[in-house]
């Protein structure tokens, strides 16, 4: 008889995450620290999830494209000759050479592998393969390239490597109504990429409250103070909730001003908000009254991530001879980096095998909330429990 593998997680420490909110503990440190739990998560949940590769506006024209890493696999987004955008694993079709290396770029008419120049439209179509006339029987129309379920949501780019995933649209539903932000109309005014040393899921809960924003944005608070937060919402893919703008604010710069006209539809209120989200796994969504900034998390060991954020503005914006998106992304570099260095110090410690977690403080609703879809998305992996729920 074969021995029953150890749990990953004890169910003691997944009992005191599950506590009601006001009894509950924070996740413990084997989940940010232990590389078995961490190849677990790509299977579970990179690799079975929808996944945002970016804003259809990095995609503006035929040949334009964006590579993606999630664990071992490594995927092309591309926009193709007929305007459509579709995925394919970044493998040749010959003997499995990587065929683009770049995170973002354009391509010619074709993809040209550099081992043996096979060659590929824009649509993943086999177009050159020399020599291969020599081989009895080869027919370029069975070796396009492979393609990876491709769909948009408000003008984002997802991508799920799981044929039997739920359609985006679905998995979506319960999100607010964001359509009066007209994301799939904007731009993209500016991008950055981040290389840090901590574990994804430290990100998300950062980006899930404010607790610490007295103590670590000294220039965020004069802008948005840290207890304006309005109710937080919980789906069965995301949480999140606003946060309200400062009398005389009217977005987050450091300034809390800007030359920027509000994005066009939008209401009172939201003008004087900043609605904040995370999309399960790790899509960071914040929706401001000028601009909506992005950041995607992509893991790349239980210890290191890469972050890239978009900051999106609206067309008649960008299209200004004077646009000049440095005010919102200034602001939230200086941020970014200070949310970074202490992620990266919360990582140290709970590397530590002595860490025991304390207790959630009332601005982390939104953390308990992204625990608890954690556990219960991790349950068959983390302890062998075929009851366990993959949404």
Known sequence: MSESKPNLLSLA??????RPFVEARPLPGPPYRDPRIFSAEIETLFLRMWLCVGHQS???SPGDYLMREVGD?????????????????NVCRHRGTRLLD???GTVPACISCPYH???????GKLLTAPLMDEVE?????????CHVRCETWNGFVFISFDPDAAALA??????PDFSRFGIERLGLGATHEYEIAANWKLVCENYGECYHCPTNHPQLNPVSHFRSGGDSFEGDYFCGGPMRLN???VTMTVTGQTTRDPIEGLGSEDLRLVHYFNIYPAFLLSLHPDYVLTHTIWPVAADRSVIRCEWLFAPGAIDRSDFDPSDAVDFWHVTNEQDWAICERAQKGVQSRNYRPGRYQSLEKTIYFFDNWYLRSMETALTGNCNGNNG
């Open 13 to 18: 420490d997944i009992e005191a995450t599950r």
């Open 58 to 60: 990095g995609l503006s």
């Open 73 to 89: 696999e490594s995927v092309i987004v591309l926009r193709g000759d007929d305007g459509t955008i579709r995925a394919f694993h």
């Open 102 to 104: 770049a995170p973002v």
């Open 117 to 123: 120049s096979w060659a590929y439209g824009l649509d």
């Open 137 to 145: 029987g080869f027919d370029k129309t069975d070796y396009a390239l």
């Open 170 to 175: 679905e998995c979506l539903a319960g999100l």
């Open 247 to 249: 009398d005389g604010c």
